[in-house]
């Protein structure tokens, strides 16, 4: 099972970035797939959380309105579109899987299952 995530780098404040996050060697139909973020020196937070049917969609107040989570079940792949990016959006951002039921436990780390590998995003002002 592993998640690739892509898509990072370096954007200045204002800008905006997609993220793509592949999974592969299992059927992630029927998974909740989130982004979380950890920003140098502090704990990793909640960005974004999509339900298996892409119905269900939840973000973090910190991001709403200018980051937009979406999925494409046929090829397993879960997007994370950033705009009004801000320096303080810097941080290694993480895709990651899980079977959660209760949307309630979406933005807790721990109920997920599967994490990809990061990818960084430097916003400079």
């Known amino acids: 099972v592993q998640l690739q995530a892509s898509g990072g780098g370096p954007v200045q404040a204002g800008g905006s970035l997609r993220l793509s996050c592949i999974a592969s060697?299992?059927?992630?139909?029927?998974?909740?797939m989130g982004w979380f973020r950890q920003a140098p020196g502090k704990e990793r937070e909640f960005v974004a959380a999509?339900?298996?049917?892409?119905?269900?969609?939840y973000s973090a107040d910190i991001v709403k309105g200018r980051f937009t989570i979406s999925r494409t079940n046929a090829n397993n792949t879960v997007y994370l579109q950033m705009s009004s990016l801000k320096p303080e959006d810097t941080a290694v951002y993480y895709c990651?899987?899980?079977?959660?039921?209760?949307?309630?436990?979406?933005?807790?780390?721990?109920?997920?299952?599967?994490w990809g590998q990061g990818t960084e995003v430097t916003v400079s002002s």
């Open positions: 990651t899987a899980g079977e959660i039921l209760d949307y309630r436990d979406y933005p807790l780390a721990g109920r997920y299952h599967y």
């Open positions: 060697g299992c059927d992630f139909s029927r998974a909740v």
């Open positions: 999509i339900s298996w049917s892409g119905g269900g969609k």
